[in-house]
């Protein structure tokens, strides 16, 4: 079978400091976005793309793109979490759904494949995600440049997307968090708070979000090697 995936674009990149959302900045002349989603569509088991867009963003309209008939656009929201519940709406709660930040154009098909494969292990969804490599320190709450304590690194984990959960939990984990007022930074944690378990499906660093400046030029350099 295959899968859909929503892809929440409607943010505006504040830590990059461009002159427009990181996801319209260009790597060998295609937008980040672009190289995103045409990556997801190459993969064999994906369907279509549900993308949510600003409803003021003038940027993706103009692109080559807009008009692909496996690309839906829907509005997104005020936070991420609203942006991916506008486009779960074009999906049927009985769909398993991939989520995948528009800012990470790396992803290896390899890993998106271990993550599918959930679907059919019944354990429940997850992420991909990477280990921790340095030692991780927890500032103090009073003095944030202060070291309170090291926190034990082997069992932290870099969640990264896509994410993959059944589209009916996933749409009510995030309606239900948000009535919360929980901080829903990804899928994974509206899932946990709901009780769902979530999988560590180990992928690549590679899958790297661009968040500032330097990520572009890393980003460029892992899209001119890839062969999938
Ligand atoms: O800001 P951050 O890097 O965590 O954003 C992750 C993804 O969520 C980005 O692809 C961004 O465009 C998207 N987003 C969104 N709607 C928002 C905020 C962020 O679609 N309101």
Known sequence: SDFPVVVPAAGVGKRMGADRPKQYLLIHGKTVLEHTLLLLLAHPRIRYVVVAIDPQD???????????????????????????????????????VLVHDAARPCVRHDDIDALLALADQHNGGGILATPVRDTMKRASEQFPDRVD????????WHAQTPQFFPAGQLRQALEQGMAKGLPITDEASAMEAAGYPVQLVEGSEQNLKITRPDDLAL??????????
Do not use: C, M, N
Not at 65 to 72: E, G, L, R, T, V
Not at 149 to 156: D, G, V, W
Not at 221 to 227: E, G, I, N
């Open 149 to 156: 304590h090291t926190a034990p690194r082997e069992h932290l």
């Open 219 to 228: 980003a460029e350099y892992y899209l001119s090697r890839r062969t999938t």
């Open 58 to 96: 003038p940027y993706f309209d103009a692109l080559d793109i807009a008009d692909h008939p496996d690309i839906k656009r829907v509005d997104g929201g005020k936070e991420r979490a609203d942006s991916v519940l506008a486009g779960l709406q074009l999906i049927a709660d009985q769909d398993w």
